[in-house]
């Protein structure tokens, strides 16, 4: 039931933010010339504890490949109300997708994640690809991904 509420608070934080303390932040994440197809990227959170906490957002339309963004579809089961309405087309290789959100002002310096599963067609699925903790001090640092994304930043 906690893991429940806390999703309802990280969803709501997203579809209403007049009811929460949010701000806008933008999610940049810059892609390899890794030489395949458009990857599916989702991004989602965790709690302190590593307990799934949400769904921010999901690159790529056919729901055939979400078992392949293997960390986001363990905590999920593949749920796919986890991502309605938060979906965009794949990413091209060497290509940038950035997103701004209205994030919960209660994810930051509180022991959030943000973590970026990556797939590419007859290419290795990449879970966890980035993993950044969620802190104000963190903001316009870029990590770098372990295999198709160059690097990753968010800005607040």
Do not use: C
């Amino acid at each position: 039931m906690k893991s429940l509420l806390a999703t309802l608070a990280l969803s709501t934080a997203l579809t209403i933010p007049a009811l929460a303390s949010a701000q806008p932040v933008t999610l940049k994440t810059t892609l390899n010339n890794y030489g395949g197809d458009g990857a599916y990227l989702a991004l989602y959170v965790t709690d302190p504890s590593g307990a799934y906490a949400g769904s921010l957002w999901m690159a790529g339309g056919k729901s055939k490949y979400y078992e392949h963004l293997r960390d986001w579809y363990r905590a999920t089961g593949g749920d796919p109300t986890q991502i309605n309405g938060i979906t965009g087309a794949s990413v091209g290789a060497g290509r940038t997708l950035e997103i701004t959100l209205d994030l919960a002002d209660a994810l930051f310096d509180a022991g959030y994640t943000l973590h970026i599963d990556a797939a590419v067609e007859d290419m290795r699925d990449s879970p966890n690809e980035v993993a950044v903790p969620l802190t104000t001090e963190g903001a316009g640092t870029p990590v770098p991904g372990r295999r198709y994304v160059s690097d990753f930043t968010y800005d607040m």
